[in-house]
């Protein structure tokens, strides 16, 4: 895996490299905007990490950029900027992800497993679990070989599920993931009631597992 990380700090970026090539990917640094362009234009990356605040400008402005141009290369933000508006607006500009400085090498090592599983994933027309077949291309999905009408929601959160199966998602990450309301997140039970009704719907009982006082996950 190929990986891009533009960033001017030179403290972050000796570390990062550190921790990702011992974790056996391939990396590429640009301190700049302008040298961040001319990696993208001359390779093909399976993850950029962009952060915020660049010497020649913002990453935002790239982000939008390289969204414009129909790029779909993962994009994980990170920034010390952490106001949800800022977090917001990345999302809203084509961010997949969003991580606060300063941040724990485990989670960022977690959050780029996600993020390439799901690219990975989402690559395929069809992915079958168990008696589940999911449609990614058509947002549909079979059980046993018959329709069942989620919501957009509930497709949302099996996806989200199945593109990072046997990893443990709290909560907080799945609200996240379906709610751009932040200010609400941690009081709601929106997540437990979506997870009911998905396992009701898919029949699913066994397959959604609850991790007591953690989240959920599902097992392949």
Sequence with gaps: MHLLIIDDNEELLYALQKVLRNANYHIDVAATLLLG???ISEKKYDL???????PDGNGIDL?????REKLQTPVLFFSSKNEVEEKVEALDTGAD???????????????IRALLRRESAQKQTHLE??????????????????????????????ELLILN??????????????????????????????IKNLRKKLDADELIQTVRGVGYMIAR
């Design 129 to 158: 679990v168990g008696n589940i077949m999911i449609d990614f291309s058509s947002r549909s999905v079979l059980v046993n070989n018959n329709p069942a009408k989620l919501s957009a929601k509930e497709f949302e959160l099996l």
């Design 37 to 39: 362009k001319k990696c």
């Design 63 to 67: 982000l939008s950029e390289i969204r």
């Design 48 to 54: 950029i990490l962009l952060d915020w605040m660049l």
């Design 165 to 194: 199966a046997n990893t443990v998602l709290t909560r907080y990450q799945i609200s996240e993931h379906l709610s751009r309301d932040f200010d609400h997140i941690a009081a709601s039970n929106i997540v437990d009631a979506h």
């Design 97 to 111: 992800d969003y991580l606060e400085k300063p941040f724990s090498n485990i989670e960022l090592l977690a959050r």
